[in-house]
T-cell receptor, first 112, second 111 residues
Framework: NAGVTQTPKFQVLKTGQSMTLQCAQD?????MSWYRQDPGMGLRLIHY???????DQGEVPNGYNVSRSTTEDFPLRLLSAAPSQTSVYFC???????????FGPGTRLTVL | KQEVTQIPAALSVPEGENLVLNCSFT??????LQWFRQDPGKGLTSLLL?????REQTSGRLNASLDKSSGRSTLYIAASQPGDSATYLC??????????FGAGTILRVKS
C-alpha cells in the first residue's frame, strides 16, 4: 500500500510555462484534494473532488485546473505559471471527505 | 469565513515536560477537528480526529479536546521527547468537505 504519491518532488518553471502535478492514491478513497502551503499562512484548499467525474473549487482556485477521470488519480494543472504560484503543493485523500485525511509528501514548485 | 488560529506560534521546552497547544476557530458549524504533525520537508500525518459530537480523543501520550460551542481545541502532549519536535497543525472540516487549517505551532523539545 503506497498511500498517496505525488510527482515530481521538485520543479522549477519559468513564468508562463504550464505543467501538471500528479497525485495518485491506492486506498480506493472517493475524496481527493489539493492544497498549497505558504510560509505563515497554513495550508489553503485549491480544488477538491468527491468522486470520479466530480470536482469543485476551494479557497484559492484561480490559475489551477483539475479533473478526476479515475478514482485513483487527481492531477493539478497550472495553465500559465506565475511567481505567485511558488509554493509547496500537497495532495490528500480520504474515504468520505469528513474522515481522516491522508497526505502525500508534497511537490515543491518554484516559478521564476 | 472560517478562521483557525493557533497559539503559540512556536514553543521550546525541555525534555519530559507536559505541554499544551491551543487552537481556536470562528465558526462552530464543523464536522470535525483534526490535529496533524508535519516534519520539515515532509507531508502531514494525522494524529487525532475529534468528531463534532465528541469532547476528546486520546492516542498514546496525546490527548485532544474539543469545545465546539466556544470554538476551541487543545492538544496535550505528555512527557515530551525530542522526537516530538515538529510543526503541529490544527484543521477544522467544514460542511462542504472543506478543511481549513491554522498556521501551526512549531515545537522544539530540547534534550
Amino acid at each position: 500500500n503506497a498511500g498517496v504519491t505525488q510527482t515530481p518532488k521538485f520543479q522549477v518553471l519559468k513564468t508562463g510555462q504550464s505543467m501538471t502535478l500528479q497525485c495518485a492514491q491506492d486506498m480506493n478513497h472517493e475524496y481527493m484534494s489539493w492544497y498549497r502551503q505558504d510560509p505563515g499562512m497554513g495550508l489553503r484548499l485549491i480544488h477538491y473532488s468527491v468522486g470520479a467525474g466530480i470536482t469543485d473549487q476551494g479557497e484559492v482556485p484561480n490559475g489551477y485546473n483539475v479533473s478526476r477521470s479515475t478514482t485513483e488519480d487527481f492531477p493539478l494543472r497550472l495553465l500559465s505559471a506565475a511567481p505567485s504560484q511558488t509554493s509547496v503543493y500537497f495532495c490528500a485523500s480520504s474515504y468520505t471527505g469528513i474522515d481522516t485525511q491522508y497526505f502525500g509528501p508534497g511537490t515543491r514548485l518554484t516559478v521564476l | 469565513k472560517q478562521e483557525v488560529t493557533q497559539i503559540p506560534a512556536a514553543l521550546s521546552v525541555p525534555e519530559g515536560e507536559n505541554l499544551v497547544l491551543n487552537c481556536s476557530f470562528t465558526d462552530s458549524a464543523i464536522y470535525n477537528l483534526q490535529w496533524f504533525r508535519q516534519d520539515p520537508g515532509k507531508g502531514l500525518t494525522s494524529l487525532l480526529l475529534i468528531q463534532s459530537s465528541q469532547r476528546e480523543q486520546t492516542s498514546g501520550r496525546l490527548n485532544a479536546s474539543l469545545d465546539k460551542s466556544s470554538g476551541r481545541s487543545t492538544l496535550y502532549i505528555a512527557a515530551s521527547q525530542p522526537g516530538d519536535s515538529a510543526t503541529y497543525l490544527c484543521a477544522v472540516m467544514e460542511y462542504g468537505n472543506k478543511l481549513v487549517f491554522g498556521a501551526g505551532t512549531i515545537l522544539r523539545v530540547k534534550s
